[in-house]
């Protein structure tokens, strides 16, 4: 087998493989069929930017047994040549009248039986990154054999990060720890939200980040309306609550936390509402453990705030993080995903501090067997003010 791979050493890859493997044995699973950004990489190491182009389709063939095949545009054969794989078929992408279809239908045929089942994920939080007649057209070729639904056989795996992805992901989360703490350079009073935006973003490359691939946030006095609202040019003024959140990526792994800070002194009910956060965060880190539900990890998160006497935020209250920016589970009352050591997670409350007025504060770990571990560095206890 080859040795040569990009950001990991090849085994990983093929520990990866296995367990992907066993998880499409106890499903009755003949091969997997990977169309994704996300789970490209996870098998191949094939890692770049020109997934932005949405002109060409990618598809990795995971067997049974063996090795993973790479059914891509030509454009792209040198770059999956440097990772671990060594069975790579291409044709010459776009093609207006057969984009692949026939060559990932060949191989399909090759790999698996007349009578054999095909995984694809299928569930919340994937999509089909192939166009929706290319995709009738491969069943009717490959026939009999039948498309299934592959969503748990690659999230089961994909869920537990190995000790390597961990340290990838600390290591992006610390290049985020960096740039906030450079914030009170470029946030201040009078300076427009947009340019703040900005000026996050590039303290996030000189920190170290590849690429900035989310960048949130809101400012509002006492408080801000919503998190993903793009920046706009009204000023900072004395009284604002300022949050800013990224996704920043390195080395492919995702960081997503936020932080948030006053513009001059902060009102009372600012104070109340970040100590509340505060100590929901505090009291998940004191009794998450695996074995637990996400529900269970939302209604540890809701109870606490009630006791600082804040009112619950809507929506999730975290979710699972690594090779995109969010991933299952989501932290909500209606997940039972069962939360198993090795997962990174987040951990997202958020109150309303008033009609029109939220907050909400973030924190990134990995869920060891004696609980939670910070790879985010732990935010101040009071609500930082910026005085210029």
Not at 84 to 93: E, G, K, V
Not at 137 to 154: E, F, H, W, Y
């Amino acid at each position: 087998m080859p040795d040569r791979s990009l950001i990991f050493p090849a085994e990983e890859y093929r520990c990866r493989v296995m367990a992907l493997q066993s998880q499409m044995r106890r499903r009755q699973l003949d091969a997997l069929l990977l169309t994704t950004p996300a789970d490209v990489f996870y098998t191949t190491g094939f890692l770049t930017r020109f997934w932005e182009s949405p002109a060409r389709p990618w598809f990795v063939v995971l067997p049974a047994t063996g090795e993973p095949v790479a059914v891509i545009p030509a454009i792209g054969a040198e770059l999956m040549g440097r990772c671990w794989i060594s069975d790579i078929r291409t044709w010459n992408a776009p093609d207006p009248v057969d984009d692949g279809v026939s060559l990932l239908a060949d191989t399909l045929i090759s790999l698996v039986p007349a009578s054999g089942r095909i995984g694809i994920p299928m569930g919340l939080e994937s999509h089909l990154r192939m166009p929706v007649a290319d995709f009738l057209r491969l069943q009717s070729l490959i026939a009999p054999r039948r498309i299934a639904d592959g969503t748990d056989a690659v999230y089961r795996v994909r869920e537990i990060k190995s000790e390597a992805e961990i340290e990838k992901i600390r290591a992006t989360c610390a290049v985020a720890d960096a740039a906030f703490e450079r914030v009170p350079e470029f946030a201040h009073h009078g300076v427009p939200l947009s340019r703040v935006f900005r000026d996050f973003q590039v303290a996030l490359l000189q920190e170290g980040a590849d690429w900035v691939s989310y960048v949130a946030g809101g400012a509002g006095q006492g408080g801000y309306g919503d998190v993903i609202s793009p920046a706009d040019d009204r000023p900072l003024q004395a009284g604002d609550v300022l949050m800013l959140d990224t996704g920043a990526v390195r080395e492919g792994y995702f960081c997503d936390f936020d932080r948030n800070f006053a513009i001059g002194r902060a009102a009372d009910d600012v104070r109340r509402a970040h100590a509340s956060l505060h100590a929901a965060t505090d009291a998940a880190l004191a009794s998450l453990h695996p074995g637990m539900l996400a529900r269970d990890l939302h209604r540890i998160l809701s109870e606490a705030l009630v006791r600082q006497g804040a009112v619950v935020g809507g929506g999730r209250l975290g979710h699972g993080l690594g090779l995109t920016l969010t991933e299952w589970p989501s932290v909500t009352p209606l997940d039972t995903t069962e939360l198993r050591e090795g997962m990174v997670l987040t951990l997202e409350p958020g109150v309303e501090i008033a009609q029109g007025r939220i907050m909400v504060h973030e924190e990134n770990v990995v869920l060891r067997a004696e609980g939670p571990e910070l790879l985010s560095r732990r935010a101040p206890t009071e609500l930082p003010e910026i005085m210029e």
